[in-house]
């Protein structure tokens, strides 16, 4: 499965709820989300729209790597 490639950083942090993640602040136009599944993990999302393809394979990549998913499996799991 492709990275979307419209999507944006709150669009993101919605997808992202699936897996537990929670906004835990705001900061300018940032947002850092936490989940406490599988052990405390944190990430930092830009609010830009569309998320540069790099920047949202960075997140996807660190994600995939807190929850030992596979790349694919991630994606059928927020997106398919």
Same mark, same amino acid.
Request: no cysteine.
């Given at each position: 499965?492709?990275?979307?490639?419209?999507?944006?950083?709150?669009? %993101?942090?919605?997808? #992202? /709820?699936?897996?537990?993640? =929670?906004?835990?602040?705001?900061?300018? $136009?940032?947002?850092?989300?936490? &989940?406490?599944?599988?052990?405390?993990?944190?990430?930092?999302?830009? %609010?830009?729209?569309? #998320? /540069?393809?790099?920047?949202? =394979?960075?997140?996807?990549?660190?994600? $995939?790597?807190?929850?030992?998913? &596979?790349?694919?499996?991630?994606?059928?799991?927020?997106?398919?």
């Amino acid at each position: 499965m492709r990275l979307p490639r419209d999507l944006s950083g709150s669009d %993101l942090a919605h997808s #992202l /709820r699936k897996l537990g993640y =929670s906004l835990t602040r705001q900061t300018g $136009s940032h947002l850092r989300l936490t &989940t406490y599944e599988h052990g405390e993990h944190h990430l930092t999302i830009p %609010l830009h729209s569309p #998320l /540069r393809i790099g920047t949202l =394979s960075a997140i996807l990549a660190d994600v $995939s790597t807190h929850f030992k998913l &596979t790349r694919e499996r991630l994606l059928e799991n927020l997106f398919g």
